[in-house]
């Protein structure tokens, strides 16, 4: 199963991929994830990458679509995977369909919130340093001891910025997929719970739901 997981920043795309790969043995292909550990190395596409992460603009295309063309010739992706914040514009959106040649994506889950409720979740979320776990101060607090992070980009002037870039670039894919007929839209709003069993829903009964 070939899954993408679309959406604004903070809707929680990630803490939804860690329950589809517990779900179906697939690996979370984050292209963030895999950017910040760059940047955290201090290697040549960590150094290029933080200058445009902090300022909460998307990396360019050419350089993530090269990035996720590597990592999904690894072994662990042949039963598929889990695209969790790629493709982000309509030139990465292409540049994967190239990649996949005659195979295609299965589901695209498009996780849908208010940029209230997105300001909210990212001023507040906080990263577990050692297991990379997802917490947010109020709704889902980190247990005491566990030693956590507030990311660069999750202050609040940088939250708009992403979210202002995520209409311009990104938002165009919904249309995308829907004329391809893969998209499913998710009231990200709801508990966490709840989107973990409309997910389950959408990817056991397929097109027909
Ligand atoms: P990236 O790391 O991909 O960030 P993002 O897409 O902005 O998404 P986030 O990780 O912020 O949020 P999420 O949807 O995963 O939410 P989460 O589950 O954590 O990208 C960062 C940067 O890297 C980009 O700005 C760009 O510079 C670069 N980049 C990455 N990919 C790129 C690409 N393809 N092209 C170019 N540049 C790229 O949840 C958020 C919070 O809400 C948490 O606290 C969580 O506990 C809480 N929460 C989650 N679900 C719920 C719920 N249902 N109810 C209540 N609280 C919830």
Same mark, same amino acid.
């Given at each position: ?11 929680? *795309? ?32 960590? #150094?290029?990458?933080?200058? !445009? ?8 295309? *050419? ?34 369909? #190239? ?7 299965? +589901? ?46 999750? %202050?609040?002037?940088?939250? *708009?910025? +992403? ?11 919904? %249309?995308? !997929? ?5 998209? !499913? ?14 997910? %389950? ?9």
């Amino acid at each position: 199963m070939r899954i993408i997981l679309l959406g604004p920043p903070g809707a929680g *795309k990630g803490t939804q991929s860690k329950f589809i790969q517990e779900m179906y043995h697939i690996p979370q292909i984050s292209t963030g994830d895999i950017l910040r550990e760059n940047v955290k190395k201090n290697t040549d596409l960590g #150094k290029k990458a933080r200058e !445009y992460m902090d300022k909460g603009e998307l990396v360019p295309d *050419k350089v993530i679509i090269e990035l996720v063309k590597t990592r999904l010739q690894q072994d662990d992706c042949l039963k598929g995977y889990i695209l969790d914040g790629f493709p982000r514009t309509l030139a990465q959106a292409e540049g994967l369909e #190239k990649a996949l040649g005659n195979e295609n994506v299965d +589901r695209v889950l498009f996780v849908n919130v208010s940029d209230s409720v997105i300001i909210d979740r990212l001023t507040l979320r906080r990263i577990d340093r050692e297991t990379g776990a997802i917490y947010h101060l109020k709704n889902n607090p980190p247990p005491e001891g566990v030693r956590v992070i507030h990311r660069d980009d999750d %202050k609040e002037e940088t939250v *708009k910025n +992403r979210l202002r870039v995520y209409r311009e670039q990104t938002e165009p894919l919904v %249309k995308f !997929y829907k004329d391809k007929n893969i998209l !499913y839209e998710i009231n990200g709003e709801k508990s966490v719970q709840e989107i973990n069993s409309l997910i %389950k829903d959408i990817l056991n009964r397929g097109k027909e739901t």
